[in-house]
């Protein structure tokens, strides 16, 4: 666990200044990008630099960073030309900027204190400069910090977005989900058992699969097995209400026929996808004309989301999840790797190892 500090077994100041004037080191380590990825991420395409810490100006803060999140979508980001081009390459040489938890260690700002914990897309980093904007403070008294990257997090909160997207879900709707046992997959499966909905996970090899029945999930299925599609089949028959999508790709061709006339597929992640040059064109077989034709002959609805444009669901979604974690602490599961230097490596195993629950690297 990360290092806590208890303001009741000393007094507030003492408490304030032992956090001010604890060993700072002198070293702030980066993960840097190399190179703009061709396909799946190469050793050589992220490096860990040394450089000084940083101080902050007037009005910034600086955060020593404790836990450093590991997601897909960061693929998007280092790629040559982000979404097809339309947003701007990273340039090299820049930190990866991943979200992070951390502990206020200067600060120039009256809204955030010495101490505080917060979590943001603070970058694979030692330390980090802030303005404070996009910061999230942590109430350590609500559990550990690092589940501000998981459950009680990101992933969380795209869980609860996409749901919401969705509209109105009756007890019993047939929720089908790819990536269950991911970050995103486990929320959405814990929302789903709290609401009374019927949900089926996909993933990868019978231990995740028995993993899930445990934690929300009526049923899953391992796609790895030979006879997936009939798996598939036999657990959802015609019946899929509504397709949450963690994972894009091939996928897709097995899920369409199964769902129902009026059905609706949320398009939450693309990982299958994230390392095919994202955006661009080509990648293999296309599937567009198949998907289109699904489309129209089953009337479904097609629906994607950015977690932005929902900023006001958060208090409710912080209320909810924190409910259901505090009820079962065991399902907001977590898989650490220890280091800075391992950050790459755990990076690049998101899209050759998947593990269970969401990926977090302690520093």
């Known amino acids: 666990m990360a290092t806590r500090w208890n303001a009741g077994e000393t007094g507030h100041a003492e408490w304030r200044a032992m956090v001010l004037n604890r060993d700072m080191d002198s070293i702030n380590r980066r993960v840097v990008l190399r190179a703009h990825p061709q396909g799946l991420v190469r050793d050589d395409d992220l490096a860990i630099e040394q450089g000084p810490v940083p101080q902050p100006d007037e009005g910034q803060l600086l955060v020593r960073n404790h836990w450093l999140s590991v997601d897909p979508m960061i693929r998007i980001f280092i790629d040559a030309a982000p979404l097809g081009g339309s947003v701007p ?210 009337g479904l609805i097609v629906k994607a989301f950015a977690n932005i444009d929902h900023l006001a669901l958060r208090p409710a979604f912080l209320a909810e999840m924190g409910a259901i974690i505090r009820a079962d602490p065991a399902i907001a599961r977590v898989h650490v790797t220890q280091g800075m230097e391992q950050v790459p490596a755990a990076f690049r195993r998101l899209f050759t190892d998947s593990v269970v629950g969401k990926s977090l690297v302690r520093i």
């Open 89 to 298: 390459p990273m340039p090299i040489g820049t930190t990866v900027p991943g979200p992070a938890v951390g502990q206020v260690i200067r600060s120039n700002r009256p809204d955030f204190a010495v101490g505080d914990w917060v979590e943001g897309r603070l970058g694979w980093q030692d330390y980090a400069l802030s303005s404070g904007q996009g910061l999230n403070r942590i109430d350590p008294d609500d559990g550990p910090v690092e589940l501000a990257l998981g459950m009680l997090g990101l992933p969380g909160f795209s869980a609860f977005v996409g749901l919401d997207v969705a509209g109105p879900l009756a007890q019993g709707t047939i929720l089908l989900v790819s990536g269950a046992a991911g970050a995103v997959g486990s929320a959405v499966g814990a929302l789903a058992r709290a609401r009374g909905l019927h949900a089926i996970g996909i993933a990868s090899g019978p231990g995740k699969c028995a993993w899930l029945r445990k934690t929300g999930y009526a049923d899953a299925v391992d796609r790895t097995a030979p006879d997936f599609a009939e798996q598939l089949a036999r657990a959802v028959g015609d019946r899929v209400d509504l397709y949450f999508d963690n994972v894009g790709g091939p996928m897709m061709d097995s899920v369409l026929p199964l769902m129902k006339r009026g059905g609706q597929v949320l398009i939450c992640g693309l990982m299958a996808q994230y390392d095919d040059m994202v955006g661009r064109e080509g990648g293999g077989h296309d599937r567009l004309p198949a998907f289109l034709a699904a489309v129209m002959a089953r």
